[in-house]
């Protein structure tokens, strides 16, 4: 195995693992609301913490899981360059999808994404964020605004950054539509929570 394929190794890894720590799951039980895979839609990410009824839980999980996705991109661009980092960053969010912990049920990734393209690319955050935003005004469902965000950032980056960052942000469009697919199904019968309301269903 050549220098740079072991570097690419090391970054998935570390990235992976990084991204794995589940945060949302730890930071509620630290609080005593135990297991958040018990509450609500089961999820580990800010949404499902959010369900709580603690606010600062679920901005703490945001800055946790975005933090923990930019981490691993910067310490890895730092390191070995920004082709290294894109791969670390994708790994993050892999982890935090499918935790190894969690026998690989983790979260939707949205905000460890945003995280990752913090690094890569400022401008497309800058756009995808506003565009959560947007949708979520709207129509009040994370779910929708998440799917909707990722997949403009594809568009954003294409336009606005670098064809490697095009690359990654489809890969982790695609990731989080993977993750997102009870919603969409529930989306389809009208069956989604919006902001605010009870989640009908574990997911």
């Not at 947007?134 to 998440?146: D, E, H, K, N, Q």
Request: proline share 2%.
């Amino acid at each position: 195995m050549s220098d740079t394929h072991s570097l690419f190794a090391v970054s998935a890894v570390g990235g992976y693992l990084l991204g794995s720590i589940p945060f949302g799951l730890v930071v509620t039980r630290m609080a005593g609301f135990g297991d958040i895979r018990q509450i609500g839609s089961g999820n580990i990410g800010a949404t499902n913490v959010l369900r709580t009824g603690n606010k600062f839980l679920a901005l703490l999980t945001i800055i946790l899981d975005s933090g923990k996705g930019a981490a691993a991109a910067w310490v890895v661009m730092v390191c070995w360059g920004f082709e290294a980092s894109l791969i670390a960053g994708f790994s993050s969010v892999l982890g935090h999808n499918f935790p190894v912990w969690l026998k690989f049920r983790g979260g939707k990734g949205v905000a460890t994404t945003l995280g990752v393209l913090l690094v890569a690319s400022w401008h497309v955050v800058v756009a995808t964020g506003a565009t959560w935003l947007l949708i979520a005004g709207l129509f009040r469902y994370s779910s929708l605004a998440s799917m909707g965000a990722l997949a403009a950032s594809v568009v954003f980056a294409e336009h606005l950054s670098t064809r490697p960052v095009t690359y990654l942000t489809a890969g982790l469009a695609l990731l989080a539509f993977i993750r997102h697919r009870e919603n969409i199904i529930r989306l389809i019968r009208g069956q989604e929570s919006r902001f605010g309301e009870k989640e009908n269903s574990p997911s």
